[in-house]
């Protein structure tokens, strides 16, 4: 990708994130985070000199190799990939702006355990299921709410910030919106618990999540493309 590729790719996707937030209100602001899974961290600082700067990835080597590539930039690095328990440590080591896919209780306990040990503390979203996708991984809908408490009680080296999902895998629109409405009503739910993001929105599906609600998308192939 070069510098005129990036320039392109990143004005139509703000142009397409201004035009779905302004259909909710001009005070609706929308965060948009890179996600550079499949690119290179050469394509990763062509979009940072486009004017990007924060960007995902969803394995930990792979983020702590672009971050150790990319350390020079004034870079935000957010994990949004599942979690393997013998990872933990290696994620907390890279400190990363915010974790966004906590998804469960025993997961939150044990990264609190290993956060305590460190003295550290760290930023994360709940992931849930929002479509109740067996291959997904996240909370039930159901249950999200109480986790999220519980995580609140019991995990203190873990600042919950709010909630991140992936929309339903399927064609159809208005099930695809069922299940956005689902994690910003549960979103709604908890802010009064401090939570500030609902991270909701993929290259395919963004303008229907800032629709209903997003503020945080995560956006990978059309950026990068
Ligand atoms: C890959 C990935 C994205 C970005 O997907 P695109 O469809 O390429 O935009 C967003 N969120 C998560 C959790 C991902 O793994």
Redesign the pocket.
């Known amino acids: 990708m070069n510098k005129e590729k990036a320039l392109e790719n990143l004005d139509k996707l703000i142009a397409d994130v201004e035009d779905a937030r302004l259909q909710l209100s001009e005070h609706h602001i929308v965060k948009i985070i890179g996600?550079s899974?499949y690119s290179t961290s050469e394509d990763v600082a062509t979009l940072y000199s486009a004017g990007q700067r924060a960007f995902g990835e969803?394995k930990v080597q792979d983020l702590k190799e672009k971050m150790n590539t990319l350390e020079e930039l004034p870079l935000e690095w957010h994990f949004?990939?599942r979690l393997q328990k013998n990872k933990i440590n290696n994620l907390i080591d890279l400190k990363p702006t915010l974790m966004q896919?906590l998804d469960s209780l025993d997961l939150a306990q044990e990264l609190n355990k290993k956060l305590e040990a460190k003295n550290q503390k760290m930023n994360c979203l709940l992931q849930i299921n929002s479509a109740k996708e067996e291959s997904k991984a996240g909370v039930m809908p159901e249950v999200a709410v109480k986790i999220y408490k519980e995580i609140l009680e019991t995990c203190p080296y873990i600042k919950l910030k709010g909630v991140m999902s992936?929309g339903a895998h399927v064609e159809d629109k208005e099930v695809i919106e069922k299940s956005f409405n689902t994690t910003k009503t549960i979103f709604d739910e908890l802010k009064p618990f401090g939570a500030k993001y609902c991270s909701m929105g993929?290259?395919?599906d963004f303008k229907l999540a800032i629709k209903c609600g997003s503020n945080m998308i995560?956006?990978?192939?059309?950026l990068f493309k």
């Open positions: 996600i899974k969803n949004v990939g896919s992936i993929m290259s395919g995560r956006v990978g192939s059309t």
